[in-house]
């Protein structure tokens, strides 16, 4: 495993930003804590106001941390590819509060239904409320709503997960019984099929920040996060080790931040198309088209990966599970990196974990 070294935590930053069914405190909190105590960081946000100035483009986002820096990140390469957005008050990131972000008091496979993180932002996107939507790839349903496209994907980041934890360095030096936090099943199935001794707690809800405060409150013994939020966020000094992708192969299109428009907006289209990185685009659609071929239930844990070897190849990997752990199905494909053959590769990959899970293995 690796270990990560201490970085400051810092989140702040500038801009126009609307709300829609949005609430928040703007007063300042501190910016870096120790990892002996787990640094905390909220985001405070300012609105500002005083430029009356209609803006050119209005970025619909979440209201997490993470979501706003993944949504000033796409800000900052629209300003880098058309200079004139540089200009005051030209982007402006709108808010939206979604069904997921709502309901926290159960697990995420029980609310059930698809598109719980992007739904409401998909709805300002079609209304015109908002022009173009910045997404987490991994919360994005394989079926894109009517009248939107999503053209681009930016360069991905890391896709591993990491662990943290105040007493123990891996998963595998904690005592048995002790529990894991994590609302994803993808996690708690990989954990439970190598380590069954440990137990996972489910409801393991809210945003980085959130988890990491119930860990220092000692609600559970460790968690696992994404280490691509965690950079994002410039908090990986919370990040005891990180999995390996044999230890824990991530979710679909981890790490993956798109940004959609509607289909019929060829100005958006052509802001955005400037920022694709072609090379993750494909990746991405090679899972999805996995992910798509599976047609998961909402209790279905279900990862893939592909990415590119050191020939220009594709190579994927992918697995099905039962939510316990007890039965963990795996296969790997290699092919051309190149779209139509990575969309093949994940269909024919899906196809056959579809005839190995047998009948029953994929109902709610």
Known sequence: METLPFCPVNFAR???????DFSFNTRPFPTSIRKQSLGI???SVAVETQNPKLALIKIGTRGSPLALAQAYQTKDKLIASHP???EDGAIEIVIIKTTGDKILSQPLADIGGKGLFTKEIDEALINGDVDIAVHSMKDVPTYLPDKTILPCNLLR????????C???SSLADLPAGSVIGTASLR???????????LKVEENFRGNVQTRLKKLHEKVVQATLLALAGLKRLNMTENVTSILSLDEMLPAVAQGAIGIACRSNDDKMAEYIDKL???????AVACERAFLLTLDGSCRTPIAGYASKDADGNCIFKGLVASPDGTRVLETSRKGPYTYKEMMEIGKDAGEELLKLAGPGFFGC
């Open 14 to 20: 500038p801009g126009s930003v609307s709300l829609v």
């Open 84 to 86: 004139h957005l540089a």
């Open 276 to 282: 694709n990185h072609e090379e993750t685009r494909l």
């Open 157 to 164: 980041e890391d896709v591993r997960d990491a662990f943290i």
């Open 187 to 197: 996690r708690k199935s990989q954990i439970l099929h190598r380590y069954p001794a």
């Open 166 to 168: 105040l007493t123990a």
């Open 41 to 43: 960081t909220r985001a």
